[in-house]
């Protein structure tokens, strides 16, 4: 079945760094590709998506783009700040007609001052 | 705001005791979708519903059951309750009715299930 791999957490990093989080996924066809985030108590919310092969998805200065060659949609972001501390899941949509999400397992970001 | 509303937000309950957990999805859409999120198995579909048929279903244990009502809100049953079964439960909305299908699946803020 379709699945979604992303790099385990936490991931610390300082103000004004770098950001990558990793993810792959496995699946047949060519399915649309989610970032979610999850701020501490609070649900999940889109943060960007691609839909197809080169798409990039980007969003408050994230950014994640398709690659159907190495099957991945990696985040990044240039200059991280304490308010990106959350959670990022990715997510692959199903080629059916349910639409339904397949997350990846989740990776922590801590962002410190 | 998602405009998915999820009640209640917190349940603690014992082993063996059945609990309800409701969903009103976004106005207007016609799908609902629930997940698990536990600290060891991550986001896990359980079910979705469709203008009130289900539609798919994931790994969802026998002990629970789901249903949408004609309003199309949702409402998600867990029976027999075990302590593996203290989790946060999401409910997300989709396909708007006389609309497009983007993809995107919007989150209510979850009901937190603590079972002692």
């Known amino acids: 079945g379709n699945s979604v791999t992303q790099m385990e957490g936490p991931v610390t990093l300082s103000e004004e760094a770098f950001l990558t989080i990793n993810c792959t996924y496995t699946?047949?066809?060519?399915?649309?590709l989610f970032w979610y985030v999850q701020y501490p108590g609070e649900g999940l919310q889109l943060l960007l998506k691609a839909t197809k092969a080169d798409d990039k998805g980007s969003n408050k200065g994230f950014e994640a783009t398709y690659r159907k060659e190495t099957t991945s949609f990696h985040l990044e972001k240039g200059s991280v700040q304490v308010s990106d501390s959350a959670v990022y899941f990715c997510a692959l949509s199903e080629m059916d007609s349910s639409y339904k999400l397949i997350f990846g397992s989740g990776t922590r970001l801590l962002v410190r001052p | 705001d998602s405009g998915v509303t999820q009640t209640p937000k917190h349940l603690i309950t014992a082993t063996g005791q059945r609990v309800t957990l409701r969903c009103s999805p976004r106005?207007?859409?016609?799908?609902v979708y629930w997940y698990q999120q536990s600290l060891d198995q991550g986001l896990q579909f359980l079910i979705q519903?469709?203008?009130?048929?289900?539609?798919a279903k994931g790994n969802i244990l026998e002990r629970f059951s789901a249903q949408q009502f004609p309003d199309l809100h949702s409402e998600l049953n867990l029976s027999s309750l075990e302590l593996g079964d203290s989790a946060l439960y999401f409910c997300?909305?989709?396909?708007?009715?006389?609309?497009?299908?983007?993809?995107?699946?919007?989150f209510g803020e979850g009901s937190r299930l603590t079972v002692l």
């Open positions: 997300a909305s989709s396909s708007p009715r006389g609309g497009t299908n983007t993809g995107e699946l919007f």
């Open positions: 699946a047949t066809g060519y399915p649309s």
């Open positions: 519903y469709y203008n009130g048929e289900e539609r």
């Open positions: 106005s207007g859409d016609l799908s």
